[in-house]
Antibody, heavy 122, light 107 residues
Framework: QVQLVQSGAEVKKPGASVKVSCKAS????????MHWVRQAPGQGLEWMGW????????NYAQKFQGRVTMTRDTSISTAYMELSRLRSDDTAVYYC???????????????WGQGTLVTVSS | DIQMTQSPSSLSASVGDRVTITCRAS??????LNWYQQKPGKAPKLLIY???SLQSGVPSRFSGSGSGTDFTLTISSLQPEDFATYYC?????????FGQGTRLEIK
């Protein structure tokens, strides 16, 4: 069965960076785009970007351009999202989510990681 | 970016009620509309994709309709486990954008 398992909660100071991992299993990792979505406490869902695990190509939301880097390691079927220059308003749960259609960049997200809480506090 | 607007923002209903949530896009998105359910502390769950297709494993009391700019999610007979927050999302263009959410509460 398809599973996305994310790394554990993080506490960071303002200005630091965080790297969240998302390990995929149960399907061909390189066949499906992976997206990252975040949710601040009590707020809605905010799209951050996607990575094509096959090519490594990325597309980031304009809001995060220059601060976010998405990478992958196909040998271990894992996607990563690194966010730098953290601020207090980056405190949120970060999710990886798989697109439901093979080789399509944007579609519904049929599988989600369990979420990783990143807390930014001095 | 395409703006997605849901209504209402919150809704109180009883078990057995029929409930409809509306989502409007700021421009035509054809049928590239998805619906999610999210419960507290959990990741969103895909319910409906392509406006009206039921995701595998989702109960048939959930249905979606619409095209262009106006869409609806209907729950035909509310069950206790349906009380949650619902989000629409457009997948017509990048960036994929979400509605602000509709919180469905027990009356």
């Amino acid at each position: 069965q398809v599973q996305l398992v994310q790394s554990g909660a993080e506490v960071k100071k303002p200005g630091a960076s965080v790297k969240v991992s998302c390990k995929a299993s149960g399907y061909t990792f390189t066949g499906y785009y992976m997206h990252w979505v975040r949710q601040a406490p009590g707020q809605g869902l905010e799209w951050m970007g996607w990575i094509n695990p096959n090519s490594g190509g990325t597309n980031y939301a304009q809001k995060f351009q220059g601060r976010v880097t998405m990478t992958r390691d196909t040998s271990i079927s894992t996607a990563y999202m690194e966010l730098s220059r953290l601020r207090s308003d980056d405190t949120a749960v970060y999710y990886c989510a798989r697109v439901r259609k093979m080789s399509i960049a944007v579609a519904g997200f049929d599988y989600w990681g369990q979420g990783t809480l990143v807390t930014v506090s001095s | 970016d395409i703006q997605m607007t849901q209504s209402p923002s919150s809704l109180s209903a009883s078990v057995g009620d029929r409930v409809t949530i509306t989502c409007r896009a700021s421009q035509s998105i054809s049928s590239y509309l998805n619906w999610y359910q999210q419960k507290p502390g959990k990741a969103p769950k895909l319910l409906i994709y392509a406006a009206s297709s039921l995701q595998s494993g989702v109960p048939s009391r959930f249905s979606g309709s619409g095209s262009g700019t106006d869409f609806t999610l209907t729950i035909s007979s509310l069950q206790p486990e349906d009380f949650a927050t619902y989000y629409c999302q457009q997948s017509y263009s990048t960036p994929p954008t979400f509605g602000q959410g509709t919180r469905l509460e027990i009356k």
